[in-house]
């Protein structure tokens, strides 16, 4: 069974940084192609990231790109998702997503 386990969600200040992982089994990683999404209360689902496993070479959404980097250690079966400069628009929870699997997410709260 595909098993995707988003984690190192957390409440952080505007302009902080934070690292999302995501533990992904059931299905050859290394071959994949991997996204982030995020969903804020009573707002639709939004793509943040894509990542072709093989290729390493990420995309992202125009509202985080520059401040978030998606990476993947092929070895561990790991996608991480490094947030820098995070304002209140961030605020979400953040699901790693495999074809149709998203797993359970890990919120991220950006707040003073």
């Known amino acids: 069974d595909v098993q995707l386990q988003a984690s190192g969600g957390g409440l952080v200040q505007p302009g902080g940084s934070l690292r999302l992982s995501c533990a992904a089994s059931?299905?050859?990683?290394?071959?994949?192609?991997m996204s982030w999404v995020r969903q804020a209360p009573g707002k639709r689902r939004e793509w943040v990231s894509t990542?072709?496993?093989?290729?390493?070479?990420?995309t992202y959404a125009n509202s985080v790109k520059g401040r978030f980097t998606t990476s993947r250690d092929i070895a561990k079966n790991t996608l991480s998702l490094q947030m820098n400069a995070l304002n209140s628009e961030d605020t979400a929870m953040y699901y790693c997503?495999?074809?149709?699997?998203r797993g359970q997410g890990t919120q991220v709260t950006v707040s003073s």
């Open positions: 997503q495999y074809r149709t699997w």
């Open positions: 059931g299905f050859t990683f290394g071959t994949s192609t």
């Open positions: 990542i072709v496993i093989s290729d390493d070479l990420p």
